[in-house]
Each structure stands twice: as C-alpha cells, then as structure tokens.
C-alpha cells in the first residue's frame, strides 16, 4: 500500500509521509529523553549558551586542522547554516599562530543558476562568498590555507568529487534544515520509481555530489534565515556533497541552535537515529548507520511541541 501524502507538498517525500505514531513520540521528547538517546556511534550534547556553543562548533575546525601535516593532509567540511562559527575560526587561527599549510576545507553546497552554473561570488546567498569573507579572508595571510585546498562545489562536480581522494576528513560539520536534510540532500520527489515509496536507504546511500532540484520547504526557509523573506532570490536547484563523501568524514558533527529547524525537527530526526530508523524520506535519520555522529543541542533552542496559539 503506497504511504500517506506528504502533508506540505503532495509531489514531493517528506518527515509528513511518516506514521503520525512516530511523529507523536517524537513532539513528546524532552531534554532529559533526548540526552538518553546516546549510543555507541551517536552522541547528544547540550550547550549552555550560545557563545559556548559557537565555540565549541570553531574549536572543531581547529581540532580537525591541527592534525594536518604535509604527509598526512586532513579537511573539514563545513556548512553555510550556522555561520557564526566561521568568524570565530579565523580569530582562533590567528590568535594560536595555527600555519594551515597542509589543511584543508570543503564547502557542502552551492546555488545552481538559472544558467546551469554555480551562481557567482556576486550572487547576494553565494555560500563560498560567505565561507571567504566570515572566514578565509580574515585569516592571517601568512597561515592561510593555499587556495588549491580550498574546495567549492561547482556544476561540473568531478573536481571537487577528486578532491576528496588522499585527503583525510576528520569531521563533516552541517545545520538541519526544515525539511530534514544535511547540506542540500532532501528528500526526492514522488514520481516514477519512487511513486509508491522513497528510494531504500541503501539507494539513497549511494549517490555522491550532484546537481539537486530541492524541496519548497527548502526554498522557503533559506528565503526566511538569508534572504529576508525574498524567496524570488532562492534558486530552484544546488550543488550538494553526498552521502558518499559524508560516509569518508570520520565524524559528522550537526549543530542545532533552534534557528533553522523547529523543536519537532529536532527530535524527530535524532529518535530515528538513536533507533536505527532510517528512512531516505527524512535524510538525516539515514545518519543511523554512520560509525560517528554527533547531535549538538543550544538548550535555549530547543524549545516545545506543546500547541501554543500566537
């Protein structure tokens, strides 16, 4: 029998095409039942304020870098949402001195334009320009990392995609969107093959960086944290690191301070990781059967499911 009809966008899977059973135990989660929900291969941490929880998100890239050498180079891959981290990086580095010759880093994704290419540096929601100037470009020149190891997604993935090979990744950072997904993996849309049923999350797996046509619910929330509400400014298509290079990151961090999921969000998606409950219409539960992983909690942001009239 073909599952429910997703309850935002009916052509498309989602968290809503989920048995409201699993969805209800999931609102009823509190702090307390979401700390239980560590494992062997899933930890859930809490921060008490942002500043601390900022930091602790810089402090990974610093950890990551530190272990780079010239016979042994390691990256990280990092996102644009958060992006108060990024600052704080830059001071880090240059306040410790720390020479970032053998290090390197990934962008996780990038606008695709209406031309078929990576949308410029002069596009106002351009991820790489963010990354350079909250970051890069605030580096001490002298212990900057050479742009050669600096890897932005582009249209034609197959550099990038090269990129990852002989390079170490200690840690793959990411936010979680509306929609449920790391960097820009959302669910697919409901047609041929995958009318009845989302693609197996072995099917899901499987697919590397590529060119995505992303969810409305992804639309709409980048339009809501980066572009004021415009969401005539948010185009329809990306560029996303995959499945594939996230299971080469030896950890995958996701850092949630309540700005770009919902308190359900949140829950949700690490009940169905503790539990093994992988399913490729909610991305992130397919995290389940990554060896390392990491939730990282803003207490402040975690707000309640309970019904709340405004």
């Known amino acids: 029998m073909p599952r429910k009809l997703s309850h935002i966008a009916p052509d498309w899977w989602d968290y809503t095409t989920l ?30 304020t942002l500043e601390d929880f ?18 042994n180079p390691v990256g990280i891959c990092g996102p644009i949402g958060p992006t108060e981290q990024l600052p704080l990086v830059a001071r880090l580095v240059n306040e410790l001195g720390l020479n970032l010759g053998a290090a390197h880093f990934w962008g996780m994704d990038e606008w695709l334009g209406d031309d078929g290419r990576e949308v410029s540096q002069s596009h106002p929601l351009s991820f790489e320009k963010a990354d350079r100037q909250l ?14 190891h600096l890897h932005f997604p582009k249209a034609d993935v197959s550099e990038y995609v090269k990129s990852w090979d002989g390079v170490r990744c200690a840690v793959m950072q990411g936010g979680q ?17 995958y009318a009845d049923a989302p693609p197996s999350p ?10 995505v046509e992303l969810h409305p619910v992804t639309l709409a929330q980048n339009a809501r944290t980066s572009g004021g509400g415009n969401i005539t400014l948010v185009p329809a298509k990306a560029i996303t690191v995959g499945p594939v290079e996230t299971w080469k990151a030896e950890k995958v961090s996701i850092w949630q301070a309540g700005t770009h999921d919902n308190p359900l ?6 009940l169905m990781i503790s539990k093994g ?14 060896p390392n992983v990491q939730f990282n909690y803003f207490r402040g942001g975690l707000g309640s499911c309970e019904v709340e009239m405004h």
Not at 20 to 47: C, H, M, W
Not at 54 to 71: F, K, M, N, V
Not at 136 to 145: K, Q, T, Y
Request: aromatic letters at 10%; proline letters at 5%; a negative charge.
């Open 135 to 148: 970051c890069f470009d605030r580096i001490d020149p002298r212990l900057a990392i050479p742009e050669a």
């Open 265 to 270: 969000g949140q829950r949700l998606t690490a």
């Open 19 to 48: 048995e409201n059973d699993l969805i209800n135990d999931a609102a009823r989660l509190t702090e307390r039942d979401l700390a239980q929900l560590s494992r062997p291969g899933f930890t859930v941490k809490f921060y008490d």
């Open 54 to 71: 900022y930091l602790a998100e810089a402090l990974e890239y610093i950890a990551a870098w530190r272990q780079a050498t010239a016979d």
């Open 277 to 290: 409950l992988a399913d490729s219409a909610v991305p992130m539960s397919l995290l389940a059967d990554h």
């Open 202 to 211: 072995e099917e899901y797996r499987r697919l590397g960086t590529r060119i």
């Open 177 to 193: 969107g509306d929609i449920k997904h790391w960097a820009f993996n959302d669910p697919l849309k409901r047609e041929g093959a």
